[in-house]
């Protein structure tokens, strides 16, 4: 499974992409007014921090705003993914942006049904939104289940994308359900590294190397 950044800070982006595990990277509308620098400087600069996909939503709703900014958003870098809301006209520009060889992120999918259908637009990645499910009473991980089993069922090739992912549980269940990539922020992904007994076992070792004799 790849691993994402969910996050437009570029210091946090760096941070993660020196552990070595990051992939790529998703930022929304909601990250990018978080940092206070406009989306296509930001943008620019993720994509030479990271080589992996990088993805910026539209801000349009409609169907000429949204492929409008989708073919600027696609000029900043090669590893460009445009991300574009789950509703109709979505559908339709996914569509287009597709047959023209830019990579799509269908993002604000609350269902498989949605899922189904931005498959069949020719989506490359679906963002089911986990933790927003979970806040509401769903199970936001069934979801996933159900998007990843249709899929396998009708061999659609647009990937599983596992966002507002909010916990290492998350992660774990992504993993176990073969979604094909997370995207998480920094804060979890320091929740992955940590363990009480790998603390334990190095402060012990810690203690007991004070102990070893010096060489004479
Ligand atoms: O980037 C989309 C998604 O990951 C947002 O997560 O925490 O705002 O629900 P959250």
């Given at each position: 499974?790849?691993?994402?950044?969910?996050?437009?800070?570029?210091?946090?982006?760096?941070?993660?992409?020196?552990?070595?595990?990051?992939?790529g990277?998703?930022?929304?509308?909601?990250?990018?007014?978080?940092?206070?620098?406009p989306?296509?400087?930001?943008?620019?600069?993720?994509?030479?921090?990271?080589?992996?996909?990088?993805?910026?939503?539209?801000?349009a709703?409609?169907?000429?705003?949204?492929l409008?900014?989708a073919?600027?958003l696609?000029?900043?870098?090669?590893n460009?993914?445009?991300?574009?809301?789950?509703?109709?006209?979505?559908?339709?520009?996914?569509?287009?942006?597709?047959?023209?060889?830019?990579?799509?992120?269908v993002t604000?999918?609350?269902?498989?049904i949605?899922?189904?259908?931005?498959?069949?637009?020719g989506?490359?990645?679906?963002?089911?939104?986990?933790?927003?499910?979970d806040?509401?009473?769903?199970?936001?991980?069934?979801?996933?289940?159900q998007?990843?089993?249709?899929?396998?069922n009708?061999?659609?090739?647009?990937?599983?994308?596992?966002?507002?992912?909010r916990?290492?549980?998350?992660?774990l269940?992504?993993?176990?359900?073969?979604a094909?990539v997370?995207?998480?922020?920094?804060?979890?992904?320091?929740?992955?590294?940590?363990?009480p007994?790998?603390?334990?076992g190095?402060?012990?070792?810690?203690?007991?190397a004070?102990?070893?004799?010096?060489?004479?």
């Amino acid at each position: 499974m790849q691993i994402f950044i969910d996050t437009a800070d570029v210091r946090e982006i760096r941070e993660a992409a020196a552990l070595g595990v990051l992939d790529g990277v998703t930022t929304n509308p909601t990250l990018v007014a978080a940092v206070g620098r406009p989306m296509r400087e930001v943008l620019s600069e993720i994509c030479e921090i990271v080589p992996g996909p990088v993805s910026g939503e539209v801000l349009a709703t409609t169907y000429e705003g949204m492929l409008a900014e989708a073919l600027e958003l696609a000029k900043i870098a090669p590893n460009i993914v445009v991300k574009i809301p789950l509703i109709r006209d979505g559908l339709r520009v996914v569509k287009v942006l597709t047959s023209e060889g830019i990579k799509t992120n269908v993002t604000l999918c609350f269902s498989p049904i949605q899922a189904m259908l931005a498959a069949k637009a020719g989506a490359t990645y679906i963002s089911p939104f986990v933790g927003r499910l979970d806040d509401v009473g769903h199970e936001g991980m069934d979801v996933v289940a159900q998007i990843v089993e249709i899929y396998n069922n009708y061999a659609f090739e647009t990937q599983v994308l596992v966002a507002s992912v909010r916990s290492p549980t998350h992660v774990l269940q992504a993993l176990r359900m073969g979604a094909d990539v997370a995207t998480i922020p920094l804060k979890v992904i320091d929740q992955l590294i940590k363990h009480p007994l790998t603390d334990v076992g190095l402060a012990r070792f810690i203690a007991d190397a004070a102990k070893i004799p010096k060489a004479t």
